[in-house]
């Protein structure tokens, strides 16, 4: 069972404009979520992350919108750069915080055009 | 660099044997994880140490997966008696604190001949 789901396998943007990614989620316990961006024979590398207890996060470029009611999230990454283009991941966590697993979506990927 | 360290990047083998992989975290952080990720999916954990202590094992950790973290300090994970859907990326990652993320390595890819 997919508990988190990143519906979307790919998404081009042009330079400047906003990429908006999407993830969605069905436990209920989930109280932590995360972004994290994926270059090729890279690891993951943390972005952003927002508590339940919020629904907004912003650091710069990025902002994520957590709607509980809904068990959705969205990355919003304004102005796109091309060095923006990887695949991205969402991430959840029962515990509040990072500790224990994290359970991630599929992927996203970002290609933004100049 | 003070990232977490990974090794070898990429494993390959014939199927039924054995390999083992190491992960060196972040030297202040407590926390390890080990996660795998196959082509087109997004990493699935295996289990977590904090110190020395192994506190949690996903199902996908069958009996031929073992992993130890003896000093509380690198890890490894061994894979017994290899088969063809073990190839994937194994990714380790470590934590401080709890409001601090996991940072990940950059994975050891493992290829079954």
């Known amino acids: 069972d997919q508990q988190v789901k990143q519906n979307s396998p790919s998404l081009s943007v042009q330079e400047g404009r906003i990429s908006i990614l999407n993830c969605d989620y069905t436990n209920s316990m989930f109280d932590y979520f995360l972004w994290y961006k994926k270059y090729p024979a890279e690891g993951p590398t943390f972005l952003i992350s927002?508590?339940?207890?919020?629904d907004k996060n912003e650091d710069g470029r990025f902002t994520v919108f957590l709607n509980k009611s809904a068990k959705h999230l969205s990355l919003h990454i304004v102005p796109s750069q091309p060095g923006d283009s990887a695949v991205y991941f969402c991430?959840?966590?029962?515990?509040?915080?990072?500790?224990?697993?994290?359970?991630f979506g599929q992927g996203t990927i970002l290609t933004v055009h100049p | 660099d003070t990232g977490v360290s990974q090794d070898p990047r990429h494993k390959i083998t014939k199927r039924g044997q054995n390999v083992t992989f190491r992960c060196d975290p972040i030297?202040?952080?407590?926390?390890l994880y080990w996660y795998r990720q196959t082509l087109g999916q997004g990493p699935e954990f295996l289990t977590y140490f904090q110190n020395e202590a192994q506190l949690e094992k996903s199902r996908l950790l069958s009996d031929r997966f073992s992993a130890e973290r003896p000093k509380g300090s690198f890890s490894t994970l061994e894979i017994q008696r290899t088969e063809q859907g073990d190839s994937a990326m194994y990714l380790c990652a470590s934590g401080g604190r709890g409001d601090q993320p996991q940072h990940f390595g950059d994975g050891t890819r493992l290829s079954i001949l």
């Open positions: 030297s202040e952080h407590n926390r």
């Open positions: 927002i508590s339940s207890i919020k």
């Open positions: 991430a959840a966590s029962d515990s509040g915080t990072s500790y224990g697993k994290l359970t």
